[in-house]
């Protein structure tokens, strides 16, 4: 329904813009614009109340939400006192943390220089932490501790047990103490 709804409203602009200038008609293009936007605006509203309903429901997430949570995941600059972050591709040390299922996620791209790799396995070698070794997931599914998406590799944080600890524009990561659950994070007003 919302992709129908969407080739429509596309539909509705194009072919109305058209001939609104064929006929020189103001009418005709203020109408196929107000139409055609009103149509690709229903057709977004269906995308997001079908994802606001899959997560009421519990349904796992699908490869276009997955997307669009992580395109939308907020970036951090990543520090830590303990460990040194591995700059992303522009040389900075900037990276979105991902929340799914209300679990945190890193590409494990930030923890490079205590990592290593054997196939699907994964073992993250943090200074004063004993070695974790991970199998790799082909998909993102709830509570998976390590998965592939698009050539990118996320981590959750507590499988190497780390939490975040979001100050402002920056993410501390910070060893989880026996007293801290699992997926607890701690936001500060310092900025």
């Known amino acids: 329904m919302q992709v129908a709804l969407f080739i429509v409203g596309v539909l509705v602009l194009i072919i109305g813009i058209f001939f609104g200038f064929a006929d020189e008609n103001l009418g005709v293009i203020i109408a196929s614009v107000v139409g055609g936007f009103i149509l690709l605006g229903i057709a977004r509203l269906i995308e997001l109340l079908e994802g606001i309903s899959l997560h009421l429901l519990k349904v796992p997430v699908t490869f276009n939400q997955l997307r669009n949570i992580i ?18 591709a522009k040389g900075e040390p900037m990276y979105p943390l991902v929340i799914l299922d209300n679990a945190y996620y890193l590409r494990a791209r930030v923890f490079y220089a205590y990592l290593s790799q054997s196939e699907d396995k994964y073992t993250f070698a943090l200074p004063e932490q004993d070695p974790v070794v991970i199998h790799t997931a082909d998909s993102y599914y709830k509570g998976v501790s390590l ?45």
Not at 72 to 86: G, K, L, M, V
Request: charged residues 20%; glycine residues 4%.
């Open 147 to 191: 998965f592939n998406y698009q050539d990118h590799v996320y981590v959750k944080l507590n499988a190497i047990r780390l939490i975040p600890n979001i100050e402002g524009n920056k993410l501390v990561l910070e060893y989880l103490s026996g007293e801290q659950t699992d997926d607890h994070y701690v936001e500060s007003d310092q900025g």
């Open 71 to 88: 395109m939308n995941s907020t970036t951090y600059r990543i520090e830590s006192a303990s460990f040194d972050i591995h700059p992303n």
